[in-house]
């Protein structure tokens, strides 16, 4: 299937844990994005990557870290988790930066 | 940076009648203005989207129209049906430096009354 896929849909962790969330897209698009949706459903972007390379790093706190291994992957990183890291993380994918965006499924992260 | 506002936050409308949701932005140079639909439990889907050289797309029941003088667009559903219950986003593309990227609005949760 043509499509972005994120792993896993669910994650439920303690606070302090450290998890990754992992992103693929096979639509050939130069650029992918991290975003954040919280219980309001706001929708906020935190990171942007254009052909492995980091463009947009929004104001996010240095426990998240991505990482783009290539072009079809990029993968998030959250160390010592918090209750207010709480929410769904979609991923995102682009054939030019800022243009239509195909979203991945979601992973709804619960910090206990 | 790209500021973008939306409302109404909720609309409720009756099935059949017409829905419109508006827009505003702030960035002038901003050229992409799409709008997605998140049905619950799901990840946002583009319905439609308009250009900056355009001032009005249709789609079957959807319609974006854009007022680059005044900063704001609109979507526009009409002959609503039960399945167009969902939260909608409206998004516009912010340039800086090499780095764009899509500011969305906050949503609007539109209910259908049967």
């Known amino acids: 299937d043509t499509a972005v896929s994120q792993t896993p849909k669910y994650l439920v962790t303690q606070m302090g844990n450290d998890k990754s969330i992992k992103c693929e897209q096979n639509l050939g698009h130069d650029t992918m994005y991290w975003y954040k949706q919280d219980s309001k459903k706001f929708l906020k972007i935190m990171f942007s990557y254009n052909n492995k390379e980091l463009i947009i790093n929004e104001t996010v706190p240095n426990r998240f870290s991505p990482k783009s291994p290539d072009k079809a992957h990029l993968n998030l990183h959250i160390n010592s988790l918090e209750l207010g890291d709480s929410a769904v993380y979609f991923c995102a994918s682009s054939h030019v930066q800022g243009d239509e965006q195909f979203f991945g499924p979601g992973t709804r992260l619960t910090v206990l | ?114």
């Open chain 2, 1 to 114: 940076g790209e500021n973008v506002e939306q409302h109404p936050s909720t609309l409720s409308v009756q099935e059949g009648d017409s829905a419109v949701i508006k827009c505003t932005y702030s960035d002038s140079a901003s050229n992409y203005f799409p709008w997605y639909k998140q049905e619950l439990g799901k990840r946002p889907q583009l319905i439609i989207d308009i250009r900056s050289n355009v001032g009005e797309k249709k789609d079957q029941r959807i319609a974006v129209t854009l007022n680059k003088t005044a900063k704001h667009f609109s979507l526009h559903i009409t002959e609503t049906q039960p399945e167009d219950s969902a939260v909608y986003f409206c998004a516009a593309r912010y340039r800086g430096g090499g780095a764009d990227g899509l500011t969305f609005g906050k949503g609007t949760h539109l209910i259908i009354q049967p």
